[in-house]
């Protein structure tokens, strides 16, 4: 009986934990004047060249609140595989050429850069276009030796920061209420069926179907 208890907690536990976001351990995030007020800690490289590692400082996963008129302006480090930060490299920032996206001056889909000392560009003139959804951002470095590229995703979105944090949070309780309530079903049961006399007989647990705002 205790075992089947120990195997009951660890089941409704994992209920709550599997809908738990794993927090991978990351370096502090920077903060670049002028770019995005929702900054994205370095990151990567997803892909890099035999002497070069792209790191996405800002915008991974970036999400640009149209209504807000908030940005998340792509940061770009250049580093050498000792990760040195490498001045003077050639950065191209491109986006898709249809449907959502970003565009630079002159409705341009892709604009280039050069690192500063610090081995970091800012993509000056990143706009959000008006289309809503995710799209791709592809990074090209060069310094003329060596060559990386990488991608990373943003979404074009209407919902304000309230409603972006408000929908994340509803999300996450009702995974929460999820793995409460089935603990406490089978909490009860085993303490029902240990009330109910000396003998141990067997018990079967069936979570059921959970509809979560369905019809």
Same mark, same amino acid.
């Given at each position: 009986m205790l075992n089947l208890l120990k195997k009951s907690l660890s089941w409704a536990l994992s209920a709550i934990f599997v809908a738990t976001p794993l927090l991978a351990q990351q370096q502090p995030p920077v903060f670049v004047p002028g770019a995005s007020p929702d900054p994205v800690p370095v990151q990567g490289p997803a892909l890099a060249g035999r002497g070069l590692k792209i790191y996405v400082l800002v915008?991974?996963?970036g999400v640009n609140r149209l209504?807000?008129?908030?940005?998340? /302006? !792509?940061?770009i480090e250049i580093?050498?595989?000792?990760? /040195? !930060?490498?001045e003077g490299v050639n950065v191209v920032i491109e986006v898709p050429k249809s449907g959502p996206g970003a565009?630079?001056?002159?409705?341009?889909?892709q604009r280039s850069f050069r690192t500063n000392v610090t081995g970091q560009i800012v993509a000056d003139g990143y706009t959000p276009n008006q289309m809503l959804g995710?799209?791709?951002v592809l990074v090209s470095a060069d310094n003329g030796i060596n060559q990386a590229?990488?991608?990373?995703q943003q979404e074009n979105t209407n919902q304000t920061m309230l409603e972006y944090q408000a929908a994340k949070k509803n999300?996450?309780?009702k995974w929460a209420y999820i793995g409460a309530a089935a603990a406490g079903g089978i909490i009860a049961a085993v303490v029902l069926t240990r009330s109910s006399g000396s003998s141990t007989p067997n018990v079967s647990v069936n979570p059921g179907t959970v509809i979560i705002g369905g019809r």
């Amino acid at each position: 009986m205790l075992n089947l208890l120990k195997k009951s907690l660890s089941w409704a536990l994992s209920a709550i934990f599997v809908a738990t976001p794993l927090l991978a351990q990351q370096q502090p995030p920077v903060f670049v004047p002028g770019a995005s007020p929702d900054p994205v800690p370095v990151q990567g490289p997803a892909l890099a060249g035999r002497g070069l590692k792209i790191y996405v400082l800002v915008g991974r996963a970036g999400v640009n609140r149209l209504r807000d008129g908030v940005s998340s /302006v !792509p940061v770009i480090e250049i580093r050498d595989r000792d990760d /040195v !930060p490498q001045e003077g490299v050639n950065v191209v920032i491109e986006v898709p050429k249809s449907g959502p996206g970003a565009t630079f001056p002159s409705g341009a889909t892709q604009r280039s850069f050069r690192t500063n000392v610090t081995g970091q560009i800012v993509a000056d003139g990143y706009t959000p276009n008006q289309m809503l959804g995710k799209f791709s951002v592809l990074v090209s470095a060069d310094n003329g030796i060596n060559q990386a590229k990488l991608s990373f995703q943003q979404e074009n979105t209407n919902q304000t920061m309230l409603e972006y944090q408000a929908a994340k949070k509803n999300a996450w309780r009702k995974w929460a209420y999820i793995g409460a309530a089935a603990a406490g079903g089978i909490i009860a049961a085993v303490v029902l069926t240990r009330s109910s006399g000396s003998s141990t007989p067997n018990v079967s647990v069936n979570p059921g179907t959970v509809i979560i705002g369905g019809r």
